[in-house]
């Protein structure tokens, strides 16, 4: 997922990426790995984020192989520290990269 | 109490099962009783049993509850930090563009949307309060000569190092930008006719005395000016054209000098 996000209806954006996660982690075995480049994020986008992190993080308890890259442009340092915030609660690989 | 229950139980137990008193109406009567009051007994206890078990389930339920609340609740006060943090960083970046779209990227003085902006507001402010102000127009001389003769490298560097000598020879509220190409627009607010020449003389002096270094040659710079003062209730493209005429009269005379709008024909 890369960009900005602040949609008119979170849960249409968002509803269909949760259920794909959920159901993905739930009846898959394979590993799963989220590449982020995300720029803004309203309020509600930052909620989306935070359940599907969540999902990995109980994925990761479950012994699941999950991971995240979250990509930020060196010149936008502020992305990086709000990167860290989502990383904050998870145990799961979580990276947060230069480009 | 415990002791003495049991110990009833069995003196009555004892009396029913003893073939003494049987046919006795009062072990008749006794009999019923006790049959009556275990049967309550019983019910009592499941009654209890019952209440007890909604009690156990409704303190779990409770507790769930408490648990998730207090989970939604982090998850907001995370969600709200972090949307907080979004915030700021658009506001600073907001201002970062702010800062950038009225100002020259080369040598970072104010560009020309800025000064038309400032120049319709000292306007304004000028008809309100009735205190004019002085508006030049400052060309550098022979600047497509500088640009041919070392390159464009050489014309930036004149540039850069003029608006710094202009900035550090003008006064703290002076406004200095630059209108286009190696032309600077310099406005003096609430300034009359005398003090604004006395300014743009100094900046025109501090121009030629400082020669700009370009690599290991220093490269001698002039500039010319157009002074025009605000006339009240006109427009500030008025002064700006009269600003202009006086400056084509100080390249023609020359060039390194100063002509105000007065020497106008």
Known sequence: MQGDSYPENPFELFGPVIRWVE??????????????????????SIRAMMEIFDLLESAHGRGRAVGVNWYYDRNNERVA??????????????????? | MRKDHADLEARIEALLGDAAYSGHPLREALDSLWQYTSQQLTRLERVSHVSDEFQAMARERELGLIERYDRQVGRMSR???????????????????????????????????LLMDRLKEESLRAQRSGHGYVLALLDLDDFKGVNDAHG???GDRV?????????????????????????FL??????????????????LAAIRQH?????????SVTASVGLAVYANGENYTDTLKRADRALYVAKRQGRDRLVDESELS
Request: aromatic share 10%; net charge negative.
């Open chain 1, 23 to 44: 159901e993905y982690l739930e009846r898959d075995t394979r590993p799963l790995a989220l590449e982020l480049e995300l720029l803004y994020l309203n309020t509600s």
């Open chain 1, 81 to 99: 520290e709000l990167a860290e915030e989502f990383k904050e609660d998870c145990t799961f690989p979580f990276a947060i990269l230069a480009r």
């Open chain 2, 79 to 113: 969600a709200a930090r972090i949307s907080d943090l979004y915030q700021k960083m658009l506001q600073d970046l907001n201002r970062t563009l702010r800062e950038a779209s009225y100002r020259d990227p080369l040598t970072g003085l104010f560009n020309r949307r």
């Open chain 2, 152 to 154: 464009h490298d050489a």
């Open chain 2, 159 to 183: 540039l850069v190092e003029t608006a710094g000598i202009m900035r550090g020879a003008m006064r703290d509220y002076d406004l200095c930008g630059r209108w286009g190409g190696e032309e």
């Open chain 2, 186 to 203: 310099v406005l003096l607010p609430d300034t009359r006719y005398a003090e604004g020449y006395e300014v743009l003389a100094r900046v």
């Open chain 2, 211 to 219: 020669p700009v270094r370009y690599g290991d040659r220093f490269l």
